[in-house]
T-cell receptor, first 113, second 114 residues
Framework: GDSVTQMEGPVTLSEEAFLTINCTYT??????LFWYVQYPGEGLQLLLK?????DKGSNKGFEATYRKETTSFHLEKGSVQVSDSAVYFC????????????FGKGTHLIIQP | NAGVTQTPKFRVLKTGQSMTLLCAQD?????MYWYRQDPGMGLRLIHY???????AKGEVPDGYNVSRLKKQNFLLGLESAAPSQTSVYFC?????????????FGPGTRLTVL
């Protein structure tokens, strides 16, 4: 079945550091890929998405490129801020089974001033 | 627009008690979902609905029932709660299941079963 593997945290960085959160996946067919963010005490919000190979999703300074050859969708940001502290979830939708998203376990990111 | 709302926000149950979680969306979405979030497990799909009057099982449906009597509402029921159902429950909705479509999430319900 479908699965998503992402680095587990917590990941602690200093403000203005470069961020990479790795995400790899296993899926049938050609899934759509997503990054969701969960701020403390809130629900999940879509951060960015990509629907086909080589697409780049971007939002709020975050980027991720859909790499079919490596089955990856790594999240990057050039200069993180304290306000980026949150839990980040990589997810996919393949449509091969139940009509819901398959999520990774989440990466807790902590940015220190 | 309120988006996706969930009631209640918190609840404590004793083993064997029953309860219903309510999810409401005002975006006229066809698809609605219930997920549970457990530490170190990410989110897992419990049940979902592709339209009014229809429901289907997700990855972890056992111990839960759902109903979608109105398009805007999706109810999740626990008939006889167990400690293993202690979790944070999220409802989501989307216009379709197209690969490019976004799921919108509610704020969550934190349930503790003693």
């Amino acid at each position: 079945g479908d699965s998503v593997t992402q680095m587990e945290g917590p990941v602690t960085l200093s403000e203005e550091a470069f961020l990479t959160i790795n995400c790899t996946y296993t899926a049938t067919g050609y899934p759509s890929l997503f990054w969701y963010v969960q701020y403390p005490g809130e629900g999940l919000q879509l951060l960015l998405k990509a629907t086909k190979a080589d697409d780049k999703g971007s939002n709020k300074g975050f980027e991720a490129t859909y790499r079919k050859e490596t089955t990856s969708f790594h999240l990057e940001k050039g200069s993180v801020q304290v306000s980026d502290s949150a839990v980040y979830f990589c997810a996919l939708y393949s449509g091969g089974g139940a009509d819901g998203l398959t999520f990774g376990k989440g990466t807790h990111l902590i940015i220190q001033p | 627009n309120a988006g996706v709302t969930q009631t209640p926000k918190f609840r404590v149950l004793k083993t064997g008690q029953s309860m219903t979680l309510l999810c409401a969306q005002d975006m006229n979405h066809e698809y609605m979902y219930w997920y549970r979030q457990d530490p170190g497990m990410g989110l897992r799909l419990i049940h979902y609905s592709v339209g009014e009057g229809t429901t289907a099982k997700g990855e972890v449906p056992d111990g839960y029932n759902v109903s979608r009597l109105k398009k805007q509402n999706f109810l999740l029921g626990l008939e006889s709660a167990a400690p293993s159902q202690t979790s944070v429950y999220f409802c989501a909705s989307s216009y379709s299941t197209s690969g490019s479509d976004t799921q919108y999430f509610g704020p969550g319900t934190r349930l503790t079963v003693l």
